[in-house]
């Protein structure tokens, strides 16, 4: 699956630039999802791409951190439209958090190379990699991680829907496991994801009962 390049342009870019940004994106993800994000250069990205040189990213993306914001916004808008069609059915807390680990795993299934690149470049900038501190604030990466989980479990609580278990320990075991979907298609791309999905909806369901 590839980034959308029929889409509505950025605002100030041509229809011919929005393309090759998104090219050069795709690109990226495929380059991390492959080699991983140490091994991902501008050089790399340009021999994937079929591109002339490296001058050609430099002039979309003015430094490597620069496009890999670019590529975490470009996933994250694929993962919630994703994501968002197929958590419109059961509102009970316990329903909605089985919603969202089964739609997660769902788009692991669908879309392997941009969670796993998604995984990398987090991962680096996690532990503060790469200049990761340019990239992201903390606040804002630790949403992304498991700021949704959190508010879910957190609001379950309030309500009575869930048990009494530490929120954040909790969240961040959803979000590994999760992850471990992803890097375990890596090694086995026939495993069944969505079922694999199911199962941990329902290890986390039980897991978090009154």
Do not use: C
């Amino acid at each position: 699956m590839q980034v959308n390049k029929d889409s509505q342009p950025e605002l100030g870019l041509s229809v011919t630039e929005a393309a090759r940004r998104a090219q050069i994106i795709q690109a990226t993800i495929e380059v991390i999802a492959e080699l991983g994000f140490a091994k991902t250069s501008f050089a790399r990205i340009v021999e994937h791409a079929g591109l002339s040189s490296t001058r050609m990213i430099s002039y979309h993306f003015g430094s490597k951190e620069e496009l890999m914001s670019a590529t975490i916004g470009q996933i994250s808008q694929l993962k919630d439209e994703f994501m968002t069609e197929r958590l419109a059915g059961d509102t009970t807390r316990a329903g909605m958090l089985r919603g969202f680990i089964e739609s997660e795993a769902a788009f692991v299934a669908a879309y392997p190379a941009f969670q796993r690149a998604m995984n990398e470049i987090l991962g680096q900038v996690w532990g503060g990699q790469e200049g990761g501190g340019h990239m992201f604030h903390e606040a804002v990466l630790r949403d992304m991680r498991v700021g949704r989980i959190e508010r879910q479990l957190t609001q379950g609580q309030r309500e009575g829907a869930f048990g009494e278990f530490d929120v954040e320990v909790m969240a961040l075991s959803i979000r590994q496991a999760l992850d471990g979907l992803a890097n375990r298609l890596v090694r086995e791309p026939d495993l069944d994801a969505e079922r694999y999905g199911r199962e941990l909806a329902t290890l986390f369901e039980k897991a978090t009962r009154p």
